[in-house]
């Protein structure tokens, strides 16, 4: 399958069955913003819930989050946002076109008309809007460009609420905003996305032993999911890479189709935030230490994934396409605990009413444990191709035989092999197979 092919061939499956649409599409569109259609929502929410799964539940370390979106503005100017929160452009003065001018081969012209561009200069990333009713007394603010300042603002709160001793971390999942020269490539660079961050307060002393843990945890998760160990790789950030607030960096990259890419970020972030934050509103976020009998600003890592990309990455790693018989079989191989659908209810026919009978009442009890749906729009040749196609992990024919042995045929998306599963016995089956 060509790289661009497998691309193409994605993005078609989103659109066809409902993964992803074109925002806006009636009226044209608006370029580079999409919706999630009622199985990518399902597909994304899993993707989430696996990560706040992993961060949240199975650590006794981190604490969950959910910060405002719009901020005081005094807020970006301390994270040094206002200052250094910003891409260089240059536009071609013939067809108008902007780009990034770092990406640019030869930043005198215009990779697609081959006019004259402008030097490069500095374009802030952050959207800007107006809080209040009259716009000449209104505040500026900003849509937030990532989600960590709202969990450093709230430092103070979490050691008066919950009163953690080092280390211990904070967790988000959230709406970023960034106004990106070049966005692209589907839904991997878009100006409104989603972030699944985790800041985590450490000694600094601790600092490097605990950003090399987190680079190993968070390589690990996407490998625990299915992505393919050789799809996934490690890059550290050269000194000329880091942000102006990081002491080191190392992002993990999946090797989409267009190239390997970063998947998420790992950061040492150092006291930067806390003592900036503490400098402008005068409260001190120092913590006591009890061996130097010193106050210190904890040291920060942060872990910062991509919702958006991460779905992108299990999408392209799961699709997979096979020759049966005359037919070609396209499979989403999906990781059971990320599949928007886990189980399909299939009457092999439609017309013997107790079979359709037996088929709705084993969808709504399987309903009460797992996402089930029921289907009886085509052949079951068919019924079986669509749920291949959009990841369902299992589907469960109820056939005449049914009638007589009360068992049922359980299909496994993967192998295609099937197997007779007592009716009463299905809960406990799929809970074994699917409560991963």
């Known amino acids: 399958m060509m790289i661009n092919d497998l691309m ?70 301390t994270s040094g946002h ?30 697609d008309c081959g006019g004259q561009l402008t030097e490069g200069r500095p374009f802030n990333l952050m959207f800007e809007t107006r809080l209040g009713v009259i716009e000449e007394e209104s505040l500026v603010v900003y849509l937030r460009p990532e989600t960590a300042q709202g969990m450093f603002v709230n430092f103070l709160n979490i050691l008066d609420t919950k009163h953690p001793k080092l280390p211990f971390g904070l967790a988000q999942i959230g709406k970023a905003f960034r106004n990106e020269i070049t966005p692209g490539n589907f839904i991997f660079r878009t100006r409104e996305f989603e972030q699944m961050e985790i800041e985590y307060f450490v000694h600094p002393k601790e600092a490097e032993d605990r950003y090399q843990e987190w680079i190993e945890e968070r390589f690990k998760w996407y490998i625990e999911l299915g992505i393919k160990r050789e799809n996934l790789r490690r890059r550290a950030h050269g000194k000329d890479e880091l942000a102006h607030y990081a002491f080191a960096c190392t992002d993990i990259e999946y090797n989409f189709p267009f190239g390997w890419q970063e998947l998420e970020g790992i950061a ?81 026919l439609k017309n013997r009413a107790e079979l359709v009978e037996i088929a709705k009442k084993i969808t709504w009890d399987l309903k009460k444990k797992f996402f089930t749906v029921y289907d009886d729009t085509a052949a079951i040749g068919k019924l ?53």
């Open 82 to 111: 206002l200052k250094n929160f910003f891409d260089l452009k240059s536009d071609c003065r013939s067809c108008k076109r902007r780009f990034k001018t770092q990406d640019l081969k030869d930043p005198q012209r215009c990779p």
């Open 384 to 436: 079986y191709r669509r749920q291949d196609e959009i990841g369902t992990p299992f589907c469960v024919t109820v056939d005449v035989q049914s009638l007589e042995d009360k068992k049922v045929t359980v299909r496994d998306r993967d192998t295609m092999e099937q197997r007779r599963v007592g009716m009463d016995k299905l809960k406990d089956y799929f809970f074994d197979l699917l409560c991963v």
């Open 8 to 77: 193409e061939k994605v993005i078609s499956l989103c659109k066809r069955r409902g993964f992803i649409f074109q925002s806006s599409e009636i009226y044209g569109g608006l370029a580079n913003t999409w919706d999630y259609g009622p199985l990518g929502v399902e597909l994304k929410n899993n993707v989430k819930r696996s990560w706040w799964r992993k961060v949240v539940y199975e650590r006794d370390d981190i604490f969950g989050m959910d910060a405002a979106i719009l901020m005081h503005p005094k807020v970006w100017e």
């Open 268 to 348: 040492n972030r150092t006291d930067f935030d806390l003592r900036k934050h503490s400098e402008m509103s005068n409260k001190d976020m120092r913590l006591f230490d009890e061996i130097s009998k010193e106050k210190f600003y904890p040291y920060i890592i942060e872990p910062s994934g991509g919702v958006d990309r991460s779905v992108l990455a299990f999408l392209i790693d799961a699709y997979y396409e096979e020759k049966v018989k005359d037919d070609i079989r396209v499979v989403l191989r999906l990781h059971p605990s990320l599949s928007p659908i886990k189980i399909a209810v299939l009457p092999l």
